[in-house]
């Protein structure tokens, strides 16, 4: 036995481990670096944010599923509202805190250590600017998907167990961090450059990206704080994307690994089980849409047809996602004309400001169809249907702009869903077997519950219970 022990001994010694100078290197990572650049962190949350809003994942990103753009043929617990198997809530929050806000807040932090002589003051700003539009987007997006959340005291190393922000007073604040990053902005200076991946380093578009993040959170606020959704809204003026032109768009490219993650999800992965809704391309073909086959494949007797939501569906019997949808360069939209559009007509009937609400309506309905590609020859056909003209479409003028909006949000998942729980409009059947009443907030992480707990306790009580059928504040009717 004692010969074993020396001989381990020896070997030990021979290897470098018995030495206590070699022994602390074994904590570090050669291949992790120690001080990552501010462009490097913008631009990787910049992807992380766009992938987060595009992808198809059921493990967090259902919202086309709960809009009812898509359904599903082979596991449909997420369209039946069973958002805890996967547990989808969860994934969807430390998406946004771990893979967009930690790297965003790191890169302000590091922005002002950068040599003046080569990124000078003015840049900087821009810099800090257009790092904190992103974060506001991101916390908008949380907000308004939870409720409370932890955001003063976010982000904190420091402090585990964050205190959850009033979701109003969050609103309230992003709103009031857009005016200033606005105002920081000098469109004479450069940011980021080549190093940002959505704008090219247009820092003119990050101020209107910013005046259209504004609108939009000033007409979710229409319902629950009307004086300030409209001083929020007239201060916007004109400043908000005004064109197809100005759309905010993330470019994929064609090749991996930064491809589209739609393609990534449903073509290379080779899934099928996402096909057309029933309630969706039955409206769009009685409405003889021009965009249908550009949302949609054609199902299997040539046409166009959706699946029961809920169901067991036949995969090879419907239509499927379009080719241009899957592509692997096809770009992410996160604010465009035809939102910023419907938003003002919204405006408009609303009394917050002047217009005509059916000229922003056409505007909205227009823009969408040509970024789908049909004529403006079939625009116009399309927009002059008594079914379709805001003068005679049925409903009041939230039912109107809530299902031609639907439409215009096809890709966009979570904006379709959140507009038809501020507007509801169109009024979506239930699917097959729910298991709750429909969603119109994810629940809070199991991981709240069991390590945040008090603070989990308070913030679901502050909202009225932590259940998917609990309304946030801007959702009063």
Known sequence: ?????????????????????????????????????????????????????????????????????????????????????????????????????????????????????????????????????????????????????????????????????????????????????????DVKSEAFGGNDLLMRGDVAAWKTFAYSLKLRLGMMLADADPALAKETVVSVGTNAVSSAAENIAFQYLSAPPNTNPIWVDLIQSNRKDFIATDTLVNLMTALKDPRVPAFFTNDAKGGYSGGKVGAGNNYAAFSKPGSRITSQGFEALLMDYSEVSFLLAEAVERGFISGNAGDYYNAGVRSSLLYWGASSAAADAYIAQPSVAYATAAGDWKQKIGTQKWLALYNRGWEAWTEIRRLDAPKLNLPDDPVSGFPVRYTYPTQEKNLNAANYARAAASIGGDKVETKLFWDKF
């Open 1 to 185: 036995m004692k010969k074993i022990h020396l001989l381990l001994i020896v070997v030990l010694g021979l290897s470098g481990y018995g030495c206590n100078k070699d022994f602390d290197t074994l904590n570090n990572d050669p291949k992790k670096p120690e001080n990552v650049k501010p462009d490097f962190l913008f631009a990787g949350a910049e992807r992380q944010l766009s992938d987060i809003m595009t992808n198809s994942n059921v493990n967090s990103n259902i919202f086309r599923l709960l809009s009812q753009q898509w359904t599903e043929t082979t596991y449909f617990d997420e369209t039946n509202f069973d958002l805890n198997t996967r547990q989808i809530p969860q994934n969807f929050w430390n998406s946004w805190y771990i893979d967009v806000l930690k790297p965003l807040s790191d890169c302000k932090t590091k922005i002002p250590t950068q040599d003046k002589t080569f990124v000078p003051d003015a840049v900087q700003k821009n810099q800090t600017a257009c790092t904190d539009i992103l974060m506001v987007y991101a916390y908008s997006i949380l907000a308004s998907t939870y409720g409370d959340i932890p955001y003063s005291k976010a982000l904190d190393i420091n402090n585990v167990y964050p205190e959850y922000d009033k979701q109003a007073a969050v609103f309230a604040d992003l709103i009031k961090r857009l005016d200033k990053n606005i105002a920081d902005l």
